[in-house]
C-alpha cells in the first residue's frame, strides 16, 4: 500500500506543469501557458513597461506583455542603493527595452510580482 502512494504521489508530482516549467520565459509565455512557478528560479525575458523607485527604495521595473498584461518585478535597496555601476545601468533602462531578469515570483494570482535577483541584460 505504501508503495502505491508513493507511486502515485509521484504520478501526481511529475505530471504537475510547474515541475517541467522552464528555466527561461517571456512575458508573453507566462500568460499565455498560465503555469505557476512558484518561488522557482526562473530568468524572465520581457519589454520594459515603466520603471520607477518605491517609498522604500526598491528599483521596480514593469515588463508588458503584447496584451497589455504586467508583470511588476522589483530588485531591493541592498542590490543597487550603494552601488554607482548598478544605479547607472538601472537608470540606462527606458521603455521598450527587452530585459533579462534572474529571480522567482513573489505573488501570482491577478497581480504578477516578481523578486529580482540579477540584471541578467
Given at each position: 500500500?505504501?508503495?502505491?502512494?508513493?507511486?502515485?504521489?509521484?504520478?501526481?508530482?511529475?505530471?504537475?506543469?510547474?515541475?517541467?516549467?522552464?528555466?527561461?520565459?517571456?512575458?508573453?509565455?507566462?500568460?499565455?501557458?498560465?503555469?505557476?512557478?512558484?518561488?522557482?528560479?526562473?530568468?524572465?525575458?520581457?519589454?520594459?513597461?515603466?520603471?520607477?523607485?518605491?517609498?522604500?527604495?526598491?528599483?521596480?521595473?514593469?515588463?508588458?506583455?503584447?496584451?497589455?498584461?504586467?508583470?511588476?518585478?522589483?530588485?531591493?535597496?541592498?542590490?543597487?542603493?550603494?552601488?554607482?555601476?548598478?544605479?547607472?545601468?538601472?537608470?540606462?533602462?527606458?521603455?521598450?527595452?527587452?530585459?533579462?531578469?534572474?529571480?522567482?515570483?513573489?505573488?501570482e494570482m491577478g497581480?504578477?510580482?516578481?523578486?529580482?535577483?540579477?540584471?541578467?541584460?
Amino acid at each position: 500500500m505504501k508503495k502505491l502512494l508513493i507511486l502515485l504521489f509521484s504520478l501526481f508530482f511529475l505530471s504537475s506543469p510547474s515541475v517541467f516549467a522552464e528555466n527561461k520565459i517571456t512575458v508573453d509565455d507566462y500568460f499565455k501557458d498560465g503555469i505557476s512557478y512558484g518561488s522557482q528560479r526562473i530568468t524572465l525575458v520581457g519589454e520594459v513597461e515603466d520603471t520607477w523607485v518605491t517609498i522604500i527604495d526598491e528599483f521596480g521595473i514593469d515588463l508588458v506583455s503584447k496584451n497589455g498584461k504586467i508583470i511588476s518585478a522589483f530588485l531591493t535597496q541592498d542590490k543597487w542603493k550603494n552601488d554607482d555601476s548598478m544605479t547607472e545601468k538601472l537608470n540606462s533602462i527606458k521603455m521598450g527595452d527587452l530585459i533579462k531578469l534572474k529571480g522567482h515570483f513573489l505573488i501570482e494570482m491577478g497581480f504578477p510580482v516578481f523578486n529580482i535577483l540579477k540584471i541578467l541584460e
